[in-house]
């Protein structure tokens, strides 16, 4: 893991499982600006939030991926003590210099494993060859543009091999044409997913993780899709896709992306 990655996973573990509050003063920039629908006031909010919820608050990591180009690391991992059953999901995190200036988060309820028997969480957690980075990156993009933005879901086909395609989304099993059924049938039946655009792109290695905006059934929602790339082609996937609100029915004044 980098020392950026290392830094990040520190801070938020302090802070979600350890209820070490100091660590907003300490590593938190004055002018952080938190973008989750969940809180209000940015880290005096995110404070409050850690401090209401107490000592049943834990957080387990399942992966890292720490972006150096663009000073920015998601963190994919299972928050306990929200509510009643836990959240899963990504923590988007931008550094500048040796403090945390903005976080971005979507998480959803924890399911029991798709049919394929993988769950929201399991998986290959190594990022692989990290000179192959910005070839990935600028891979998934290609590919989500056509197939989720321009709803071509054959890109799903052409960007895996034989269908090999390890899908821990709790609805679809394995398989890129599982994937295409599945978004096919959805859209038929007027619950399509949406993309209307990729907010940011967080990279390393293998790895591609987008933070993108859409809508379902009209909806507004955030999506995040972690893409594990091997060789050129689509192998593996994760997401978290979840109702947002409008910038204006959000708690703060900074935008949910």
């Known amino acids: 893991m980098t020392s950026l990655g290392n830094f990040v996973l520190e801070v938020h573990t302090a802070l979600f499982d350890g209820h070490d509050t100091s660590v907003l003063d300490k590593h938190f920039a004055d002018n952080f600006v938190e973008h989750s629908p969940l809180i209000a006031n940015d880290a005096e909010g995110l404070k409050k939030f850690v401090t209401d919820l107490g000592e049943g608050l834990k957080y387990t990591n399942a992966r890292v991926i720490a ?34 200036v903005e976080h971005w988060d979507n998480l959803v309820p924890k399911a029991e494993p798709n049919e394929s028997g993988r769950t929201q969480l399991d998986g290959t957690t190594d990022v692989g060859d990290e000179s192959l980075t910005e070839e990935n990156r600028k891979f998934v993009i ?25 899908q821990h989304s709790p609805d679809i ?85």
């Open 173 to 257: 099993a394995d398989g890129a044409q599982n994937c295409v059924d599945f978004l096919t049938k959805l859209k038929e039946d007027g619950e399509g997913l949406e993309y209307e655009r990729i907010h940011r792109t967080i990279a390393q290695g293998k790895f591609v993780l987008t933070h993108s905006e859409g809508s379902i059934a009209g909806a507004r929602h955030s999506y995040c899709e972690l893409w594990r790339v091997e060789d050129g082609k689509l192998v593996e996937m994760w997401d978290a896709i979840s109702e947002v609100p409008s910038d204006n029915e959000a708690l703060h004044s900074h935008g949910i992306f």
């Open 67 to 100: 972006d150096e180009a663009n000073n920015l690391v998601a963190l994919h991992g299972r928050f306990d003590g929200i509510e009643d059953e836990p959240f899963v999901g990504f923590d988007i995190y931008r550094v500048e210099g040796d403090k945390i």
């Open 142 to 166: 290609k590919f989500f543009e056509r197939s989720l933005i321009g709803s071509d879901y054959s890109g799903f086909i052409d960007n895996t091999r034989d269908d090999q395609f390890a």
